[in-house]
C-alpha cells in the first residue's frame, strides 16, 4: 500500500465541527494503536496534533480529537475556526513500510 | 525548548549527492531516534527512515534503501541525512523530526528544500 487514504478535502463553516477519515488495512491502522495526525498550514513545518490514536500532546487545543474504527482513523475538529484551515495528514505505524501516511487533506473553512 | 533546526536550501544537478543537516538543540539526540521525513512540491509526507544516536541504527524505507545515509554526530548533536544519486523526482522539502513515541513525530525541523535539475 503506498498511502493511507484520505478525502482529498473537506470544508466546513466556523462553528462548525468536521471529521476527516484515514483508512488503512490490516497491516497498519487495523493492527495497531499507532495513528497519529499532523496539521500543516503553507510553506510550514507539520505540526502533531493526536498520537497513538486519540492522545494529545500539551498545548493542542481540546477541539482536535482522535478516535479510530477497525481500519479506519478519525480526526475530528470542533467548534471550527479560521486558523484551523490547513492541510491534515494521518500517519500510522505499519508492518511492511514502518510508517505510512495519509495522502492529506486540505481543509477549508468558509 | 526542544528545537531542530536544519540546513538552507541546496541546487544539485541529476547524479549528484546532497547532504542536509539537523541541528538539536534542547535535548540531546541520544535520547530519541531522528527521522526524517520528505515532501515533493504539491505532494504528501513520504517517510524515508530514522536513525537511533545510541547505537546508529537506521530503519530506512525501501524507497530510498542504497541511496540515503542517515547519521548523527554526538559532539555537535546533529544528525544527517544523504541522499546519492540524486534524480529530479527527488526534488522536496526534507524535514527532520523527533521520533517522540512509536511512530509519531515531534518536534519538526523548519524543512529544507533540495532542488535537483539540470
Known amino acids: 500500500q503506498s498511502a493511507l487514504t484520505q478525502p482529498a478535502s473537506v470544508s466546513g463553516s466556523p462553528g462548525q465541527s468536521i471529521t476527516i477519515s484515514c483508512t488503512g488495512t490490516?497491516?497498519?491502522?487495523?493492527?495497531?494503536?499507532?495513528v497519529s495526525w499532523y496539521q500543516q498550514h503553507p510553506v510550514k513545518a507539520p505540526k502533531l496534533l493526536i498520537y497513538?490514536?486519540?492522545n494529545r500532546p500539551s498545548g493542542v487545543s481540546h477541539r482536535f480529537s482522535g478516535s479510530k474504527s477497525g481500519y479506519t482513523a478519525s480526526l475530528t475538529i470542533s467548534g471550527l475556526q479560521a486558523e484551523d484551515e490547513a492541510d491534515y495528514y494521518c500517519?500510522?505505524?505499519?508492518?511492511?513500510?514502518?510508517?505510512?501516511f495519509g495522502g492529506g487533506t486540505k481543509l477549508t473553512v468558509l | 525548548q526542544v528545537q531542530l533546526v536544519q540546513s538552507g536550501g541546496e541546487v544539485k544537478r541529476p547524479g549528484a549527492s546532497v547532504k542536509v543537516s539537523c541541528k538539536a538543540s534542547?535535548?540531546?539526540?541520544?535520547?530519541?531516534?531522528i527521522t526524517w521525513v520528505r515532501q515533493a512540491p504539491g505532494h504528501g509526507l513520504e517517510w524515508m527512515g530514522w536513525?537511533?544516536?545510541?547505537?546508529?541504527?537506521?530503519n530506512l524505507a525501501q524507497k530510498v534503501q542504497g541511496r540515503a545515509t542517515m547519521t548523527t554526530d554526538t559532539r555537535t548533536n546533529t544528525a544527517y541525512m544523504e541522499l546519492r544519486s540524486l534524480i529530479s523526482d527527488d526534488t522536496a522539502v526534507y524535514y527532520c523530526?523527533?521520533?517522540?513515541?512509536?511512530?509519531?513525530?515531534?518536534?519538526w525541523g523548519q524543512g529544507t528544500l533540495v532542488t535537483v535539475s539540470s
Open positions: 523530526a523527533r521520533r517522540s513515541g512509536v511512530s509519531w513525530f515531534d518536534p
Open positions: 534542547g535535548y540531546t539526540l541520544i535520547t530519541s531516534d
Open positions: 536513525i537511533n544516536d545510541k547505537n546508529g541504527n537506521t
Open positions: 490490516s497491516s497498519d491502522i487495523g493492527d495497531f494503536n499507532y
Open positions: 497513538d490514536v486519540s
Open positions: 500517519s500510522s505505524y505499519a508492518t511492511t513500510t514502518t510508517v505510512i
